[in-house]
């Protein structure tokens, strides 16, 4: 049912500089006409097999709604997280929100999205009136790149989510936000089209998302090999699977402050090209000249630069405090699944940082009003001050490492590092340590 009246619908197209005759989906017969066209192209960079277009456009001619990409030679499983796109079932609204998402979108873009990330969106023409049809768009993402797309249902777990991307299978969501909504923790069509699809088209981003595949895969497979050396002992098995989770944790937020959250140097400004930014016109604006966050200068290839990406903590439940600026979309492409693993595995033995902290050898291009010393959070924790989830994990996985000891060589390869938490602090989590550790 419809969350708004006529009166409303005008109200928001009109203040997108919309017209209501713009949110117009285009008939069965004239998406497959147009599908027909791009099946065929053959100055692309991946031509589609003929072989493969017969099935494809079947299937979309007879009404079936999109569920995974079968164009390539890799295909992927979701399970239970499966969905599909059934696209006549879009309602008006759902349109007009998207309609109305892109337009504010394209002002924020056009200023502070980065040229590669704009050269992206014009190649896929994600824009217009409509919820874009995903066969279309799967074969467009296809035929540039070799990605293509997956429905999900849901957010899904890490490790399906990087799975998808050690064979170029983007998962994506068919929910679109409601109607004038800005920034939604979940996924939707709005930040997983709208957002991601353009990153594609820069090669070293695309990358980057495949070796975090690659990467998983590496783990996992680890993972399995040890739990069949411990021959059924259940403690040694559930042990060696909470590691091979947390390593992709880490993993994670490698992935976090550059593919969907991160920023580039272009011309000598900061221009931003991470998905869950672009996907929201606030956080957009925000990132580039919000005074609430820092903005530091990052080299994935260093390997401090990348522990500092590895061991930085952050929450999912509103803008950035951290954002990190690559010097060169280059500097992604040191981040091969073996650094990547080696950067997670350090992590895990390593303090972490909340997003609001500057470290020494930071170098800062802007300071935040939400920055934070790293000590406050202990201070918080022994005064029982209200704290958020990433101040808390910090604080009680750092104070845990040091009162259990922490490799002296670990530390010295990692120079930024402060080398103890506050004296009173460890003396307060002696005396407290079991109930501190519950509310972890």
Not at 315 to 336: A, H
Not at 372 to 379: A, C, R, T
Request: aromatic letters at 10%.
């Amino acid at each position: 049912m419809p969350n708004h009246t006529q009166a409303d619908y005008e109200l928001f197209a009109q203040k997108n500089g919309l017209q209501l005759s713009d949110v117009t989906p285009l008939s069965l017969e004239e998406r497959i006409q147009r599908l027909e066209t791009e099946l065929c192209r053959t100055d692309v960079p991946y031509p589609i097999d003929s072989h493969k277009r017969a099935p494809y456009i079947a299937a979309a001619k007879s009404g079936l709604p999109f569920r995974t990409g079968n164009l390539g030679s890799e295909s992927v499983a979701l399970g239970d997280y499966e969905c599909q796109q059934h696209y006549e079932n879009y309602s008006f609204e759902e349109h007009l929100s998207w309609a109305c998402l892109v337009a504010q979108q394209k002002k924020t873009k056009e200023k502070f999205a980065c040229q590669e990330y704009q050269n992206g969106e014009k190649l896929f023409e994600i824009s217009g009136g409509v919820i874009p049809d995903f066969y279309l768009l799967n074969a467009r993402i296809y035929q540039q790149t070799a990605w293509q797309l997956a429905t999900v249902n849901e957010i899904i777990p890490a490790e399906l989510f990087f799975t998808c991307h050690s064979k170029r299978f983007f998962p994506v969501t068919t929910f679109m936000r409601p109607l004038g909504t800005d920034y939604l923790e979940e996924p939707d069509i709005g930040h997983d089209v709208a957002g991601h699809v353009a990153t594609f088209t820069i090669s070293a981003v695309a990358n980057v998302m495949k070796y975090h595949g690659e990467a998983r895969n590496i783990i996992y497979a680890d993972r399995d090999q040890q739990i069949e050396a411990v021959q059924g002992d259940a403690k040694a098995i559930q042990l060696i699977k909470e590691t091979a989770d947390e390593l992709l944790k880490y993993a994670g937020r490698i992935y976090w402050f550059t593919v969907e959250f991160g920023l580039v140097m272009e011309n000598g400004q900061v221009r931003d090209f991470g998905a869950g930014i672009l996907s929201s016109p606030g956080e957009t604006i925000y990132s580039i000249g919000g005074g609430e966050s820092n903005r530091i200068l990052i080299d994935p290839s260093c390997d401090q630069d990348l522990l500092r990406l590895a061991n930085t903590d952050y929450l999912i439940s509103e803008f950035q405090k951290t954002y990190f600026v690559l010097e060169d979309f280059d500097l992604l492409e040191s981040l091969t699944p073996d650094r990547i693993l080696e950067a997670s595995k350090k992590a895990m033995d390593l303090p972490d940082f909340t997003w609001r902290e500057i470290l020494p050898g930071d170098r800062v291009i802007d300071v935040g009003t939400a920055m934070m010393s790293v000590n406050e959070k202990y201070h918080r924790l022994m005064a029982g001050q209200e704290m958020d989830e990433c101040l808390t994990r910090t604080a009680i996985k750092n104070l845990n490492l040091y009162r259990d000891g922490l490799s002296s060589d670990l530390l010295a390869q990692f120079q930024q590092m402060p080398n103890e938490v506050p004296q009173e602090a460890a003396r307060w989590f002696d005396e407290n340590r079991d109930s501190v550790n519950s509310l972890n």
